[in-house]
Each structure stands twice: as structure tokens, then as C-alpha cells.
């Protein structure tokens, strides 16, 4: 089955700043990668996502990268907020109707005013 | 759009009683529902897929009897944890999938906190 590795576990950036959270998977036949971001007590909302055939998409402050080659892809974001604050999980699927998600361990980002 | 609810937001139940769950889309049509579970700090960890009119698709480990799971339509699928115990105490959280037009997306509600004293 699929594994996906998400580093690091918690991340602090002065407001302002860039954050980058990588994420790697096993499964070469993933093809959909989503990435969540989930604020304390509230379902995770999706922020970005990304499918194989392209290498990168942006929206606005917001980035996603994907290599893969190296199976591996990453989210960055620039000009942080505060509100950017919250814990960001990435997602690999195959991509057909009701695949199953399969979910980094997540990374609580803080922003520092 | 691709709005998730889910009803109630939070419930405190004693042991033995049974809590249902709600899990609406409100402005699309979910072929598929999933049913997942979320401790403290902790990833999300899928309990069961649904497709409206089947039966689900349970997760190793996750007890089909004691989470009953109903998705009666293209919009609502129900969670009912039965004969709650301590244990089940825990933060649901469903999400949907359009699943029509290519969409691969899961929207996620916004989370049901479980008590069980």
C-alpha cells in the first residue's frame, strides 16, 4: 500500500517569511495530491492540490510542487501570516472515483508576529 | 461551494447509549463519503468509505457492528456508534467526494467532537 512521509513535524517562521512542508510517497500509481490545512477543532479545508501530469501550480500566496521522479512533492508558502498558523497535512491518492486518501502525520506550522 | 456539514458539532453521551452522526454535502452531489477518526494531534485515520445505496467499506480493525454507517442518498450519510463506550470517545470528521467530471477532491466537514462519559 502507499506511504507518505511528512517533514517536519512542527514548524516556526517570523511572519513575513517562507514555509515549506515536504512530503515523499511510495506508490508510483499515485496520481492526485491534495494538501489540507486544519485549524484546532475544525475538519481540514483543502487549500491546493496537484495531479501528476504537471510539475507545479500556485494560487496566490501558495505553491505546490511535485517531482515524480523522486516521488516526493511539497507546499510553500510565502509571505506568511498569522493566520496561516495551523497544522497542513499533505494526501497522495491514485486519483479514481472514491480512492482512498492516504495522509502525511502533519506539520503544525506557527507564524510569529 | 463544496460545502460539508456535519451534525451535531459536538455530543456528550453515556456509556451504553448510541450518538448518530450526520454528514451532509450542501451544494454538490457525493458519490462517495468517507468516515474518518481523529485523535489528538494525531493524522486522520479512515474508518470506512461509503457509496450512496452500497454497503460500507470498513477499514481493518474498525467494528462494521458497533459504527454503523447509512448513506441514503447522494447528499447525507449517517455515522451511529452504538453501545458508546469510553474508548469511542474521539473527534469524527466525514468527507465527500464529487467524484463525476474527473473531480478527485474529498471536502471535509467540519468535525463531530464525541464524549462518552
Known amino acids: 500500500g502507499e506511504n507518505v512521509e511528512q517533514h517536519p513535524s512542527t514548524l516556526s517562521v517570523q511572519e513575513g517569511d517562507s514555509a515549506v512542508i515536504k512530503c515523499t510517497y511510495s506508490?508510483?500509481?499515485?496520481?492526485?495530491f491534495p494538501w489540507y490545512k486544519q485549524e484546532l477543532g475544525k475538519g481540514p479545508q483543502l487549500i491546493i492540490d496537484?495531479?501528476?501530469?504537471?510539475g507545479e501550480k500556485k494560487d496566490q500566496r501558495i505553491a505546490v510542487t511535485l517531482n515524480k521522479t523522486a516521488k516526493h512533492f511539497s507546499l510553500h508558502i510565502t509571505e506568511t501570516q498569522p493566520e496561516d498558523s495551523a497544522v497542513y497535512f499533505c494526501?497522495?491518492?491514485?486519483?479514481?472515483?472514491?480512492?482512498?486518501?492516504?495522509f502525511g502525520t502533519g506539520t503544525s506550522l506557527t507564524v510569529i508576529p | 461551494g463544496a460545502v460539508v456539514s456535519q451534525h451535531p458539532s459536538w455530543v456528550i453521551c453515556k456509556s451504553g447509549t448510541s450518538v448518530k452522526i450526520e454528514c451532509r454535502s450542501l451544494d454538490f452531489q457525493a458519490t462517495t463519503m468517507f468516515w474518518y477518526r481523529q485523535f489528538p494531534k494525531q493524522s486522520l485515520m479512515l474508518m470506512a468509505t461509503s457509496n450512496e445505496g452500497s454497503k460500507a467499506t470498513y477499514e481493518q480493525g474498525v467494528e462494521k457492528d458497533k459504527f454503523l454507517i447509512n448513506h441514503a442518498s447522494l447528499t447525507l450519510s449517517t455515522l451511529t456508534v452504538t453501545s458508546a463506550h469510553p474508548e469511542d470517545s474521539s473527534f469524527y470528521i466525514c468527507s465527500a467526494a464529487p467524484g463525476t467530471g474527473g473531480r478527485y477532491e474529498q471536502y471535509f466537514g467540519p468535525g463531530t467532537r464525541l464524549t462518552v462519559t
Open positions: 496537484i495531479r501528476s501530469n504537471v
Open positions: 494526501a497522495a491518492s491514485k486519483g479514481n472515483t472514491g480512492n482512498q486518501f492516504y
Open positions: 506508490d508510483s500509481a499515485s496520481n492526485y
